[in-house]
């Protein structure tokens, strides 16, 4: 498809703009064309609603042009993220999360990673939010996934108009080109599913040569010495003048060649002769410390001091002085390793500059790290075979190096681990999945959009009997009633199930699922067919603990599978029954009375269910809240 463009012609006052295709633009011309693009591919995703497959909800309606802006709603055709809110992080089946003293940016929730056809110098990002917009928290940019810059970074916008916008963040403006886009979300604060229809990049062919003979040097001495912030013209203009002139020019080629050896000045020798003479210490001018002020101080303190340092302040402390990077070395700052918030710096360099540091390393978090070959597998796998020994927890969300070999190293060299996180790894098949049957200790394992089949997890589950917290969220080759007679087997501990977007759950399953009497968190969204009535009796009688339970788009459920939860299940805390056709505003009335705990109730796309309903309920239940009856809601499918 050809790109469109904007050639912008100058005659004194006046400016033309007019919009061409890259055909019409002769050859010699377009090195000072501006084009406007639309997303070409996407590359990468943490998260969406639909699955994959489909055409609703799913992260590839974003690419090309705008279908739905400027309309506002719940519109299938657009890109949809799965969670909003704070709901998700206060369930049973979300990981604690991993200790980070002081990220490098704020922690965000999701990712979407967008290619363009043609690379350009970046002007302006367009975002098309069609609903519940605000949920952008930075935008990156990079060539062909190498190098990432930060763009534009913020806060998420909430309490925003209902109302479709296009967000147009003040973007930096590097002199590189880019033909890709990350952008990253935090939506907890917002009350509903945040959505984008398309995302425009505006940039320009020209390389700005022209800016590059404007001395930049000079640019960056202003700024240093903050004459860009006066208000003041005239202190403007005489500071740039001084530093112009040729004594200060001067002066700073005299400081450039100038020897770090020289003479102190009196002051300085001043400190140190007061310093040399408090206490008993015994330290002259010529001899100095070796590590300044620092090895002056109790181990333990600095100690202290450095466990409150980032990943990234630990390593340039380390290059200060010997003394430093012996402490800045020590493998007990680096027991706990969160590098997804810094996932850009992440490199094979990295893994190897780190392994040193790991021997003791017992939670890593490498999600989203690596993107487009930064790091390969046998990096990974030689830093887990260094580092990998005492691992209790490793999240490798997105790290698409991930492959069988991988888990072999991982299943061998990892004995202890209790907590594996894989969420969106594609690379893997049944041959790596079968590897996990040696790690007999898993807690916690998220398997969400991966390809593993119903006889490979058989044979893993078989062997976790240890197993607490399962998603399988969106793995579509699985029989989700084979999978709920195997775990009614083997899994008698398990305490959350996420089975959202699977397949062939009915009445058999539900009933197997019954047998786990610790079950308190369920997501079976989507995954439900047919009536079940008898056996979701079964299910809210014998699993009396149940706190949180999704039946998103179950057709069937009716007011007496509600009487049951409100016989049976009073300490709900959040209930998601979207989309059901048969529920009463009265029953939904009974169940806010007698479940005095709950905190989230989603009836949206109820049909009997009104707007006045909700908002009746919503100021008499003041402490749960109720999603739904919205007028701007379209039919879902």
Excluded at 78 to 92: F, N, P, T
Excluded at 128 to 136: I, K, L, R
Excluded at 209 to 225: C, D, L, N, P, W
Excluded at 496 to 501: E, F, H, I
Aim: glycine residues 6%; charged residues 20%.
């Amino acid at each position: 498809m050809p790109l469109s463009g904007v050639l912008q012609c100058h005659f004194g006052s006046c400016v033309e703009s007019f919009s061409v295709t890259m055909e019409e633009i002769p050859r010699r011309s377009w090195t000072h064309c501006v084009v406007d693009q639309y997303v070409k591919e996407v590359t990468d995703f943490s998260s969406q609603y639909g699955s994959d497959g489909s055409i609703s909800y799913v992260a590839n309606n974003i690419i090309g042009k705008p279908t739905l802006y400027p309309d506002y709603g719940d519109f299938s055709a657009a890109y949809c993220l799965r969670s909003y809110g704070y709901w998700w992080a206060k369930s049973d089946s979300a990981p604690q999360p991993i200790e980070d003293p002081k990220p490098l940016l704020p922690p965000s929730v999701d990712f979407i990673d967008l290619k363009y056809d043609s690379a350009v110098y970046p002007i302006r990002v367009d975002l098309y939010e069609t609903y519940h917009p605000g949920s952008a928290v930075r935008v990156w940019g990079s060539l062909e996934g190498q190098n990432w810059v930060l763009l534009w970074a913020g806060e998420p916008q909430t309490g925003l108009k209902a109302a479709s916008r296009i967000f147009s963040p003040p973007i930096e403006q590097p002199r590189v080109l880019i033909n890709m886009l990350r952008i990253e979300f935090d939506q907890r604060g917002h009350s509903y599913y945040s959505a984008l229809d398309a995302v425009m990049l505006v940039g320009s062919t020209h390389s700005g040569s022209g800016y590059e003979a404007t001395g930049e040097t000079i640019t960056m001495q202003v700024m240093k010495m903050g004459i860009h912030k006066s208000i003041c013209e005239e202190d403007i203009l005489s500071g740039v003048q001084f530093l112009l002139s040729e004594d200060n020019l001067q002066k700073l080629m005299e400081d450039e060649h100038k020897n770090p050896g020289e003479e102190l000045t009196r002051e300085e020798k001043a400190d140190l002769e007061a310093t040399s003479s408090e206490g008993d210490t015994d330290i002259s001018v010529e001899e100095g410390t070796k590590g300044g002020y620092f090895d002056l101080l109790p181990e333990e303190l600095i100690m202290y001091i450095l466990h409150k340092l980032d990943i990234r302040s630990l390593c340039r402390l380390g290059c200060t002085c010997k003394l430093l990077q012996g402490y800045a070395s020590d493998p007990f700052l680096y027991m706990t390793l969160n590098l997804r918030n810094c996932w850009w710096l992440v490199k094979n360099s990295t893994l190897e500059c780190l392994a040193p540091r790991c021997s003791l390393l017992q939670c890593l978090n490498l999600s989203w790290c690596g993107p487009y070959d930064a790091v390969n597998t046998e990096t990974f796998m030689e830093f887990i075979h260094t580092c990998g020994h005492q691992l209790r927890v490793l999240r490798l969300n997105n790290c698409h190096f991930i492959d069988n070999y991988c888990l072999y190293m991982i299943s061998v060299v990892c004995p202890n681990l209790i907590e594996l996180s894989m969420a969106n790894c594609s690379k893997v098949d049944h041959l790596g999945f079968g590897e996990l049957k040696k790690a007999r200790a898993l807690a916690r394992l998220d398997l969400t959009r991966t390809h593993i089949n119903f006889h490979t997890l058989q044979l893993l589950l078989q062997h976790a009997s240890h197993l607490q917290h399962l998603s399988l969220n969106n793995c579509s080759q699985l029989d989700m009633d084979e999978v709920a007679l195997t775990l009614a087997t083997f899994n008698h501990r398990l305490v959350s199930l996420n089975a959202w977007k699977t397949r062939g759950l009915t009445q058999r399953g539900l009933r197997a699922l019954a047998c786990i009497p610790t079950l308190q968190d369920l997501d079976l969204g989507w995954a439900l067919s047919g009536g079940i009535t008898e056996s979701f009796a079964e299910l809210v009688r014998e699993c009396k603990g149940l706190k949180r339970l999704y039946l998103s788009a179950l057709r069937t459920f009716t007011d007496h599978d509600l009487h049951l939860l409100i016989t049976h299940a009073r300490n709900l805390t959040q209930l998601d029954i979207m989309g059901t056709r048969n529920i009463t505003p009265e029953a939904v009335h009974r169940l806010l009375q007698f479940c005095p705990n709950l905190e989230l109730l989603d009836v949206s796309f109820c049909e009997q269910i009104h707007y006045s309903h909700v908002h009746h309920w919503a100021v008499q239940f003041p402490h749960v809240s109720i999603k739904g009856g919205l007028w701007h809601q379209v039919r879902i499918v």
